[in-house]
C-alpha cells in the first residue's frame, strides 16, 4: 500500500494528512515540535495558531469568506475545528486557540491511517512521496536542504507588523481625526509634531535597541520596512513617506512638521494600529520610543510590532499546478512554504494538494473547478510572475470575472461547482 510522507504539523499539513488518511491512504506526519521549536509556536499541538485567534471574515463577499466556505464544503478539519471552537467576534471567525488545535491535534493523533512522528526532517528518501508543509518558519536545515533541490538561493524574506495600542489611551486633546485632503471618511487619528519633537524623536528612533534578528536588512519586503531602517536613510526620509503631514492640516495645527496616522484595526474600534510602524525594535523600546509620539504619551501598548521569517519558495517557476516540483513530482509543496499567506490559504493549500495527490494515486483525472477562489489562489502562485513573486491572500482580484457588483453571485457559482466536484470525485 502507498504511504505519503507528510512533514510540518501545521495548518497545511493537517489539512492534508486528514484528507489522505479520511480516503484510505497511509500517512506519515512528520512534526518536529516539540523536540525543536520555530521560535513563533508555545504549545505541542498540531494546528497550532501562531500569533491572531482570527481566521478572518465569515462573509461569502469577502474573499477569505468565500475561501473558508469551500473548503468546509470539501471537509476540512481547520473549518470543522473552528465552528466547533468558535468564539463571538462580530461577522469574523475567531476561535478559542488551544481548544482548536487541541481538537485537531485528537483527530489526527485518533486516525488509524495517520503515524505521526516526531522528526525533524532534514533530507528526503529517494522514490518516497513527500508533501513538504513546513511553513513561514521551516527549520534551518531543511531550507538548506530545499535551496540545494530548487538550485534558489533566497529562499527566506522578513515579514513585520506594527503595533496595536488602545484607542482610549491616546490623548484626543493633542491627537485629532481626519482624513488625508478630507477625502473618505474621518476614521483615521492623526498625531501631530512640531520640528522640535520630530528632531527629538528621530534621533531616539535610530538609535534604539533592536531585537534579536540578523540580516533583517538585506532581506525584508520594501513594502514592510521597518519603521527604523528607513529612518536611517535620511533625517527628512519619514517626513516623505508615512509621517507625511501634508493634507492633515488643521486650524489648530496649521502646519505640523511631521504626522503619525493610526487607522482603526478591529470592528469595535477600541484598537488602532500605528500606520508605517512595522518594526524590529525590542518591546521596552518600542514603549520608551513611540511614547514619544505626541498624543501617545499615555499609549497603552496591547500588542508590540514584530518582525519573524517567512521562507516560501518561487512557485511560479518550480511548482506544477498539482504542486509538485518540476524537476521531482514526488516533492510536493503546501502551505504558506508554496507562496500562499494566511492561516486559511495555508490550510487551503494544503487541502488542494491532497486532493490533487488522491487524484494522481486513484487515476482521476478531473479538473478542479476553476471559478473557485482556491483554485484562483493556486493558480496565481503557480502561474504569477516568478521574478518578484511575493506571498498571496485570497482576494477578488485574482478570480477571474469578479467584480464590485457580482461578488455575491460568483462566490454562491464557486461553491456549486466545489460541490458538484466534491460529487463527481465521489469523496
Ligand atoms: C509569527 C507569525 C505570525 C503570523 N500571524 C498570522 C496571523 O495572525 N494570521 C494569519 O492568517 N497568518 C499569520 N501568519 C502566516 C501563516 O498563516 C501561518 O504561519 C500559518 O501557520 C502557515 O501555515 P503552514 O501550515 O504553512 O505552516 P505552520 O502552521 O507554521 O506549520 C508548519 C509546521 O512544520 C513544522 N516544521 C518546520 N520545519 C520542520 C522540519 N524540518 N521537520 C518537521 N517539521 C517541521 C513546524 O514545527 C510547524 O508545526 C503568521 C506567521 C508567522 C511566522
Redesign the pocket.
Given at each position: 500500500m502507498i504511504k505519503i510522507n507528510i512533514?510540518?504539523?501545521?495548518?497545511?499539513?493537517c489539512e492534508a494528512a486528514n484528507f489522505l488518511a479520511n480516503h484510505n491512504i497511509k500517512v506519515k506526519l512528520?512534526?518536529?515540535?516539540p523536540l525543536k521549536n520555530?521560535g513563533?509556536?508555545h504549545t505541542d499541538f498540531l494546528g497550532e495558531l501562531?500569533?491572531?485567534n482570527s481566521l478572518k471574515s465569515k462573509s461569502l463577499d469577502n474573499a477569505c469568506g468565500l475561501l473558508k466556505e469551500e473548503i468546509k464544503n470539501l471537509d476540512s478539519i481547520i473549518m470543522e475545528s473552528a465552528l466547533k471552537n468558535e468564539v463571538p467576534s462580530g461577522n469574523a471567525l475567531s476561535v478559542d486557540r488551544d481548544n482548536f488545535a487541541k481538537y485537531i491535534t485528537d483527530k489526527i493523533k485518533n486516525n488509524k491511517n495517520i503515524e505521526i512522528i516526531n522528526?525533524?526532517?532534514?533530507n528526503f528518501n529517494e522514490n518516497e512521496i513527500y508533501l513538504i508543509?513546513?511553513?513561514?518558519?521551516?527549520?534551518d536545515?531543511?531550507v538548506n536542504k530545499i535551496k540545494e533541490i530548487t538550485k534558489q538561493d533566497n529562499l527566506f524574506f522578513f515579514d513585520a507588523s506594527a503595533p496595536l495600542i488602545l484607542k482610549d489611551s491616546i490623548n484626543m486633546n493633542i491627537a485629532y481625526k481626519k482624513a488625508r485632503y478630507d477625502q473618505g471618511d474621518d476614521s483615521y487619528i492623526n498625531c501631530p509634531f512640531t520640528k522640535e519633537e520630530y528632531l527629538n524623536f528621530y534621533n531616539k528612533l535610530i538609535n534604539a535597541k533592536l531585537a534579536m534578528i540578523h540580516n533583517f536588512d538585506k532581506n525584508y519586503f520594501e513594502g514592510c520596512m521597518p519603521i527604523e531602517v528607513l529612518a536611517k536613510r535620511g533625517i527628512d526620509t519619514l517626513r516623505y513617506g508615512p509621517l507625511k503631514p501634508k493634507g492633515l492640516e488643521t486650524e489648530k495645527y496649521p502646519k505640523p512638521y511631521a504626522v503619525v496616522q493610526l487607522r482603526q484595526d478591529n470592528l469595535l474600534g477600541d484598537l488602532y494600529n500605528l500606520v508605517g510602524f512595522q518594526t524590529n525594535l525590542t518591546y521596552g523600546e518600542q514603549k520608551r520610543v513611540f511614547s514619544m509620539i505626541p498624543g501617545l504619551e499615555n499609549a497603552e501598548f496591547v500588542r508590540y510590532g514584530?518582525m519573524?521569517r517567512?521562507t516560501y519558495i518561487n512557485s511560479p517557476i518550480l511548482l506544477n499546478e498539482d504542486l509538485s516540483l518540476k524537476t521531482n513530482q514526488n516533492l510536493i509543496f503546501a502551505?504558506?512554504?508554496a507562496g500562499v499567506?494566511?492561516?486559511v490559504e495555508?490550510a487551503a493549500c494544503?487541502l488542494y494538494a491532497a486532493i490533487k495527490l488522491y487524484q494522481k494515486i486513484n487515476n482521476i483525472d478531473l479538473s478542479f473547478p476553476k471559478n473557485t477562489m482556491l483554485y484562483s489562489l493556486i493558480f496565481y502562485i503557480t502561474n504569477g510572475n516568478g521574478k518578484n513573486f511575493s506571498p498571496m491572500n485570497a482576494n477578488f482580484g485574482i478570480m477571474y470575472g469578479v467584480n464590485k457588483k457580482n461578488k455575491l453571485e460568483k462566490a454562491n457559482e464557486s461553491i456549486n461547482s466545489i460541490k458538484e466536484f466534491k460529487k463527481e470525485l465521489n469523496l
Open positions: 512533514v510540518g504539523g501545521g495548518l497545511a499539513g512528520y512534526e518536529m515540535r520555530t513563533a509556536h501562531v500569533c491572531s522528526q525533524e526532517i532534514e508543509c513546513t511553513g513561514p518558519l521551516t527549520s536545515k531543511l514584530l519573524h517567512n502551505g504558506q512554504l499567506e494566511g492561516y495555508s494544503g
